[in-house]
């Protein structure tokens, strides 16, 4: 078993649980911004989080559109983590699938969804990921699709293991797939994570408990649906994205069915 | 009606392997007629280098054209697509090769992320000579890209002295 290296942190787990509290309770009843961005106990917001209020802007020009993407962007296969090498990835093979709507109930026809995650173990593949847990040669854990005409997504994958990281001492990481998303204009960018419901690490992850109101956290979190398994092959889990606003009125005749 | 949006969650550390590609940060090709260079570099707090920023852009043509060709992850060399994605090296420092955005006032929209950064930001690079009497006065200098001999220069301080005005559209719930 490796030895924690001299400068592993000393902060406690029972340290950051307090501050979580702490927290939440001053923000409670609020209906500020989610994430806070000034979230203490994730330590590496200290420094990295603005302490000016943003500025009101209306969008303007090209921010009431977005970048197009088609299908000369993204090969279809690269929505199935799954066939990306030689063998099969090890872990628990799973279909996630889900919605993309604006914040009037309109899906997001056409657009680009990215995910990165790590494998079954917890493990990135990346460079600076030093979890010592085994790496998959059969897992990269990077998937594109395109939301289709009702803005579904869906992607075949692996279940990712929880992994621990150096905010503070023996922290875990709840396990989650990072998904990079975008609307119908640039004022909807939006990069998150998607978790697995029930996980017991949520209560000490600083990531995740920055939403300070449980009831938007809760929005994070995908549900188990049996009509999206496969028989005899993978579970399937859904998970529905709401993005902010549009801000255009109504749909311009060329985003119909284009792309 | 409208939905309680999903909330965003930071990039983590581990994006470097996902979301660069190929040609993400050459919306142009470099040296190509028209081409201009944004670049700049991200600083935390204490006024270091981000070194593992994300910065996206998404612009107008130089006529002030909205942008409707897709193409931006496969560039063909010949389309442009008015969007880019550049990562910060170990210096906190990003670089785009792109074409001067028009319009009546213009500007380049921008998006940062970063470990740390627990949501988006978004701001805006103005080319010089904007009037930005909208913003407060004292900062306003803030969304202008200065003008070199191969482009731009836009650097972004998420912290602290100089801090960036980032911005808030309608619908996106306030700090
Ligand atoms: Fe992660």
Redesign the interface.
């Known amino acids: 078993m490796p030895t924690p290296s001299s400068d592993a942190p000393t902060t406690t787990q029972r340290q950051i649980s307090d501050e979580i509290t702490a927290f939440g309770n001053a923000r409670r009843g609020t209906d500020l911004a989610q994430p806070a961005l000034d979230y203490t106990p994730y330590r590496s917001s200290i420094l990295r989080h603005p302490t000016q209020d943003p500025h009101p802007a209306d969008p303007e020009g090209a921010e009431l559109w977005a970048p197009c993407f088609g299908h000369q962007d993204v090969d279809p296969l690269e929505a199935d983590l799954t066939i990306q090498h030689s063998g099969e990835p090890i872990g628990e093979r799973m279909v996630v699938t889900g919605r993309v709507t604006d914040g009037d109930g309109r899906p997001v026809p056409h657009q680009l969804v990215e995910i990165w995650q790590a494998n079954a173990s917890g493990r990135y593949i990346h460079q600076r990921d030093q979890h010592p847990a085994p790496i998959d040669p059969n897992f990269t854990g990077v998937g594109r699709c395109l939301t289709d005409a009702e803005g579904t997504y869906r992607f075949t994958t692996i279940r990712p293991g929880p992994y621990p990281w150096r905010n503070h001492r023996n922290a875990w990481r709840p396990a989650h797939i990072h998904f990079s998303l975008f609307g119908t204009d640039f004022t909807q960018r939006r990069i998150t994570q998607m978790y697995f419901p029930g996980d017991p690490l949520f209560a000490y992850d600083p990531i995740y408990q920055s939403i300070t109101d449980p009831a938007d956290g809760a929005l994070l979190v995908a549900h188990y649906d049996h009509d999206v398994t496969t028989p005899g092959w993978s579970t399937g889990y859904r998970w529905d994205i709401v993005l902010t606003g549009t801000h255009r009125t109504r749909f311009e005749p060329d985003e119909e069915g284009e792309a | ?19 660069p590609y190929p040609g993400d940060n050459h919306l142009v090709p470099p040296g190509s007629p028209g081409a201009v260079r944004l670049h700049g570099a991200v600083r ?3 006024g ?1 280098p ?1 070194p593992d920023a994300l910065i ?1 852009i ?3 043509g130089p006529d ?1 054209a ?9 560039r063909d060399g010949f389309t442009f ?3 880019g994605r550049a990562s910060t090296d170990a210096a906190g420092h990003y670089s785009l090769s792109t074409l001067r ?1 028009g ?1 009546e ?1 213009p500007f380049f ?1 921008v ?1 940062v ?10 701001t ?1 690079a103005y080319l010089p000579g904007a009037d930005l009497g ?3 006065a004292d ?1 306003r200098d803030t969304l202008r890209a200065r003008e070199e001999s191969t482009g731009y220069r836009f650097d972004i301080r ?3 002295e100089g ?13």
């Open positions: 009606m409208t939905h309680r949006a999903t909330p965003g969650q930071t990039v983590g550390p581990f994006f470097g392997y996902a979301l935390d707090g204490e270091n981000v996206e998404w612009q107008p002030g909205v942008v409707r060709s897709a193409g931006s992850l496969r697509t008015g969007w955005p319009g006032v929209a998006t992320f970063a470990r740390g950064l627990l949501d988006r930001l978004f805006r909208a913003f407060p900062r998420l912290q602290g801090e960036t005005v980032f911005l808030r559209f309608p619908g996106h719930r306030a700090d």
